[in-house]
């Protein structure tokens, strides 16, 4: 399928997204998830061609290759590069009204993301949104799972989207807006560590697609730190 948003890069690493006719299920979704993935591998991914990590995070083995894949609504990402020694991370949430996103945020933010989260003195939804998806995404790119929420690094920075933690290894967040004609809207946080260029290719895999727009880029310094943690 065509994209609405290509860009050029040396690095293969793409992400792959498509649109159901309607919401999904947990089973819908992940057949959709296989197929996009075996059309960016370039052959059919079976149960034997996927290993977990000890936390379960999935993996190919023996490839120098890694995916990372979400879905929310009707909106499914696929995350995947090739190359040693890079490691990716997606995560994708639907912008909807969520009860008690405020106790949420009070409870897993930083201090810089609470007061990121009241925009001209009202709480953002979409602010809101655009903390959860990054924080779950730098979850899935190290393999933790939802209960690690509150070790999260802090993604504000003196009032704007940012990271200021010190990593070992250069890492790269993009934080993207993915809307329909009607009123659809998601937010897709995706990231690479290994690398911090080039930027993803956007890819469509469904008859119909959104408008992608990219939010911020946020890129990381890096430093002698404790390293990503190995496939195991």
Not at 202 to 207: A, G, H, K, L, V
Request: proline share 4%.
């Amino acid at each position: 399928m065509q994209s609405n948003l290509k860009t050029s890069n040396m690095t293969d690493y793409t992400i792959g997204l498509s649109i159901l006719s309607r919401g999904t299920d947990v089973k819908l979704a992940s057949a959709e998830a296989r197929r996009v993935l075996s059309i960016l591998e370039g052959r059919v991914i079976g149960e034997n061609d996927i290993a977990r990590e000890s936390l379960g995070r999935p993996f190919f083995p023996g490839r120098d290759a890694d995916f990372n894949i979400s879905h929310s609504g009707r909106l499914i990402a696929v995350s995947m590069v090739r190359g040693k020694k890079l490691r990716v991370g997606c995560d994708v949430e639907r912008i909807r009204p969520r009860m008690g996103a405020e106790g949420i945020a009070q409870d897993f933010f930083s201090v810089p993301e609470k007061n990121y989260l009241f925009h001209q003195g009202r709480f953002s939804e979409m602010r809101f949104y655009q903390i959860w998806t990054l924080k779950e995404c730098f979850l899935k790119l190290r393999g933790f799972s939802i209960f690690d929420m509150k070790s999260t690094p802090s993604f504000v920075n003196d009032e704007r989207l940012d990271f200021d933690e010190i990593v070992s290894s250069q890492l790269a967040f993009r934080l993207y807006e993915v809307s329909g004609g009607n009123g659809e809207r998601y937010i897709l946080a995706t990231a690479i560590e290994g690398a911090i260029e080039p930027k993803p290719e956007i890819r469509w895999f469904s008859q119909s697609f959104l408008d992608c727009k990219m939010i911020v880029e946020i890129k990381a310094v890096p430093n002698s730190a404790e390293t990503v943690s190995p496939k195991r």
